[in-house]
């Protein structure tokens, strides 16, 4: 992707969501696209499985939609190969406060690289645990804003901890 292209999905279906030209709440012609929204967590094409597992934590998280095939698809996306879907999956369900979170945080803080996303889902969980996997994650690097949140994250889980800077 060059400079300024905007990364977007490969599928028209998950871009008319993007869009808001679909809806995915409020009548059956909505669940029926939430059902198609899971399938596409399973998707060939990456941008699709990390468009569609986006969209499925921000409909648990904002619509209130913590239904267990939508938890399940969340939880089979932290799986993923690719390392944005499984943030993405992992970010959803630590915004729903799901029992498995911290230990998949703590799986890809475990990796020589951890996304943003990783963690924006230590610092909602402030799980003590995690302090010595993010102090791993303390040294400046060439990403400015991953830093802030890696830093925000240790300070959270320090401060559960009693451990504070």
């Known amino acids: 992707m ?10 028209d279906f998950l871009c008319m969501i993007l869009n808001e030209e679909v809806p995915l709440t409020g009548s059956e012609f909505a669940e029926k696209n939430v059902q198609r929204l899971i399938e596409f967590t399973r998707d060939k094409d990456t941008s699709n499985r ?7 934590a921000q409909l648990a998280e904002y ?5 267990p095939d939508i938890v399940a698809a969340l939880l089979t ?7 944005n879907v499984r943030s993405e999956a992992i970010l959803g369900l630590a915004k729903l406060k799901h029992e498995k979170a911290p230990s998949l945080v703590g799986l890809e803080l475990k990796k020589v690289n951890a996304s ?17 996997d993010l102090e791993d994650f303390q040294d ?7 830093d802030e949140a ?6 959270a889980c320090r401060k559960h ?5």
């Open 2 to 11: 060059s400079q300024g292209e905007r990364y977007l999905p490969a599928s």
């Open 50 to 56: 990390d468009w569609a597992t986006l969209f499925l």
């Open 63 to 67: 619509d209130g939609l913590e239904r």
């Open 77 to 83: 996306a932290a799986e993923d190969s690719d390392q």
């Open 116 to 132: 943003m996303q990783i963690f924006e889902a230590a610092e909602l969980l402030a799980d003590p645990t995690l302090v010595n």
């Open 140 to 146: 400046e690097s060439d990403e400015p804003f991953v």
């Open 150 to 155: 890696a830093r925000r994250a240790l300070e």
């Open 161 to 165: 901890n009693g451990r504070a800077k």
